[in-house]
């Protein structure tokens, strides 16, 4: 596609705070006339969706995943070629990303609590953890409306195990210790603005105290190399992928990223 995305390139500064902390935040990161556009075909996706409670993440916010694989508009932003640029340099060491999914996230007042403490990478079917997170403001969100915390360094830590297996039993709960580390501030995000975390970054939410739905776009990237393991996981489990190969499969497009 062409280079014409209203997505910014991330800096050199941004980068290296990424590299160092696991985290980083990125002002601006899409027009904002764009994101008013998305948040709208947001609110009409989530207000369709089922709102069945079978999973302690259902419990910490709404979501309609796969979204760009029915809507363009989501599609044309997760393969946008600034977004695949910055996954390249802020992974490091990786020649391309392929998307594992994307994913509309609303977090209601009242309605969901808070997102456990807890790191994405230990459920899923990559022999690497080269894999971040984008996740983009769809509305304004001020830091008590559940904006996104993280362990600074955690990533360093490698794989600490999976969370939302049970009931109380978080990453905080299994290592204590990640309270030595440092917590990122409280972040008030505008509409455009995102963060971005690695998939070893232990990271939560609080509730919403807002009267407002938190309202999200979310992408994850991983290196276009890695190759599967045959780990069990819904997304993938009937897709015929071979172990030990790429991931070769219309649903993870590489991203255009020269």
Do not use: C
Request: cysteine-free; aromatic content about 8%.
């Amino acid at each position: 596609m062409a280079d014409d995305t209203p997505v910014r390139d991330v800096t050199d500064d941004e980068v290296a705070f990424f590299r160092d902390n696991g985290w980083v935040r990125l002002p601006r990161l899409v027009d904002s006339g764009h994101v008013t556009v998305l948040r709208d075909r947001a609110l009409d996706y989530l207000a369709a969706r089922p709102r069945t409670v079978t999973s302690q993440v259902d419990q910490a916010f709404g979501q309609s995943r796969d979204i760009a694989e029915t809507d363009g508009r989501f599609r044309d932003l997760a393969l946008a070629p600034p977004l695949g640029r910055a996954a390249v340099r802020l992974l490091h060491g990786v020649a391309g990303v392929r998307v594992q999914v994307t994913n509309l996230l609303i977090k209601e007042p009242g309605g969901h609590g808070a997102t456990e403490f807890h790191q994405d990478f230990p459920w899923m079917p990559m022999d690497r953890s080269a894999m971040l997170t984008l996740w983009l403001a769809l509305v304004d969100v001020p830091a008590d409306m559940g904006s996104l915390r993280f362990y600074t360094g955690s990533h360093r830590h490698g794989v600490l195990g999976r969370s939302f297996a049970r009931d109380g039993d978080d990453q905080l709960s299994q290592h204590p210790w990640l309270k030595e580390l440092e917590l990122s501030p409280p972040l008030d995000l505008a509409a455009g603005d995102a963060t971005v975390h690695h998939a070893l970054t232990v990271h939560g939410a609080p509730a919403n105290h807002r009267d407002t739905p938190r309202v999200s776009f979310t992408v994850t990237y991983f290196d276009a190399d890695a190759l599967y393991t045959g780990t069990p996981y819904r997304q993938t489990d009937d897709l015929g992928l071979t172990v030990n190969r790429p991931f070769g499969h219309p649903k993870f497009p590489v991203v255009p990223h020269a």
